[in-house]
T-cell receptor
Framework: AQSVTQLGSHVSVSEGALVLLRCNYS??????LFWYVQYPNQGLQLLLK??????LVKGINGFEAEFKKSETSFHLTKPSAHMSDAAEYFC????????????FGTGTKLQVIP | GAVVSQHPSRVICKSGTSVKIECRSL??????MFWYRQFPKQSLMLMAT?????????EQGVEKDKFLINHASLTLSTLTVTSAHPEDSSFYIC???????????FGPGTRLTVL
């Protein structure tokens, strides 16, 4: 079985400050890991994904995440928050092979304070 | 990136009626599509996996006779909520797997409100 845990359902940062959204995973086999962003009343947009290549993954909108096997973590970061980053962020895990059954975390709502 | 569309984006229906939601992959073929349900301020819960040309695989606790899934082509999957009730009101999101890229692409979602 696979699962992800997102620490903090709400995170507030000031505009221009570092964004750090935490995600820890559990998987019995090497995982694929994803970060998605959801704006109000919209679907999900893929920010980035880890699929066993480079451990530091760069995504869209200046976000990046680092896969740390020893810590079973895949935290999402952005050096400088922008007002447009305010949204809900979901960490997700799947197992490679066949179709990908993705398990989502409970989400972290990011608030950016001007 | 790949595009997945859903239709309709919003639907309001009376209790007891059936509602069909379409999910289309616009620029790639998807052997596998997924249907999720999202309650307010909660995460996405996988309802079922839709495989082209075969029966859908439902997650535990999801009534297959209530949520009918048809995946008739490599670009279209439909979810029909039969005899809808107010508790079925939710945000339904589909995704399609681009097997060549190994990535799921999500549709924009359908907001269902049952009165």
């Amino acid at each position: 079985a696979q699962s992800v845990t997102q620490l903090g359902s709400h995170v507030s940062v000031s505009e221009g400050a570092l964004v750090l959204l935490r995600c820890n995973y559990s998987s019995s086999v090497p995982p694929y890991l994803f970060w998605y962003v959801q704006y109000p009343n919209q679907g999900l947009q893929l920010l980035l994904k880890y699929t066993s290549a480079a451990t530091l993954v760069k995504g869209i909108n200046g976000f990046e995440a680092e896969f740390k096997k020893s810590e079973t973590s895949f935290h999402l970061t952005k050096p400088s928050a922008h007002m447009s980053d305010a949204a809900e962020y979901f960490c997700a895990v799947s197992v490679a092979g066949g179709y990908q059954k993705v398990t989502f975390g409970t989400g972290t709502k990011l608030q950016v304070i001007p | 990136g790949a595009v997945v569309s859903q239709h309709p984006s919003r639907v309001i229906c009376k209790s007891g009626t059936s509602v069909k939601i379409e999910c289309r992959s616009l620029d790639f073929q998807a052997t596998t599509m997924f249907w999720y349900r999202q309650f307010p301020k909660q995460s996405l819960m996988l309802m079922a996996t839709s495989n082209e040309g075969s029966k859908a695989t439902y997650e535990q606790g999801v009534e297959k006779d209530k949520f009918l899934i048809n995946h008739a082509s490599l670009t279209l999957s439909t979810l029909t909520v039969t005899s809808a009730h107010p508790e079925d009101s939710s945000f339904y999101i589909c995704s399609a797997e681009d097997s060549e890229l190994g990535t799921q692409y999500f549709g924009p979602g359908t907001r269902l409100t049952v009165l």
